[in-house]
């Protein structure tokens, strides 16, 4: 009996580890947020970070606790956020999407979580990505950044002057201490 469960176990490991997108760089990963649209002017390294210590860039992970709440995929998007076999939830999706490897309804339902909650929703990103840029530093050295962000001007490298007016108007919605979280993600042009 134990060795046939162990069988299926490594069957399922190998199964996943040869059927799954993982995105083996961070260059590969920073590419395809920018091309299903996430802005790599908003907090693109905060993303980056929260992914790799969340899901290891894994777009199948699937993480079931000890009381048998799920998190969902890349973002590892808890089960209220999504609907099993149906769409629902407070993004309208299928939890079972979230661990395709189409990223963009993935993206699309971390950044509704981002404006809603922060990123402090992640407990994850508190404890390893909260104050520290070291990935951040890492993926503008990334070709597909490098070139765009030298045809930007070097006072507006951050974010769009409109973009950045849109997320001020989020965020004070929200109620946040603006010139905390401004200075804190480098945008003190903001406050």
């Not at 089960?79 to 407070?90: F, I, L, P, Q």
């Not at 979230?98 to 971390?110: H, S």
């Amino acid at each position: 009996m134990r060795r046939g469960l162990l069988v299926v176990l490594v069957t399922c490991v190998l199964f996943n580890s040869i059927y799954s997108k993982g995105f083996e760089t961070r260059c590969k990963l920073v590419r395809e947020l920018v091309r299903v649209g996430l802005s790599h002017h908003l907090f693109l390294g905060q993303w980056v970070c929260l992914i790799e210590k969340v899901s290891n860039r894994d777009t199948r992970a699937l993480t079931v606790s000890y009381y048998g709440k799920k998190s969902y995929g890349l973002y590892q998007i808890p089960g209220k956020w999504c609907r099993e076999g149906k769409k629902g939830g407070e993004c309208n999706i299928a939890c079972e999407l979230l661990l395709d490897d189409d990223i963009r309804d993935d993206t699309e339902c971390a950044v509704t979580i981002f404006h809603r909650e922060g990123f402090q929703y992640w407990t994850m990103w508190t404890k390893r990505c909260k104050n520290d840029n070291h990935i951040t530093n890492e993926i503008y050295k990334c070709p597909d950044l490098i070139s765009q962000r030298s045809m930007e001007s070097p006072d507006r490298t951050l974010m769009p002057h409109s973009e950045a007016l849109r997320v001020k108007r989020r965020l004070s919605r929200k109620g946040m201490e603006r010139s905390r979280l401004y200075s804190y993600y480098g945008l003190p042009w903001l406050a």
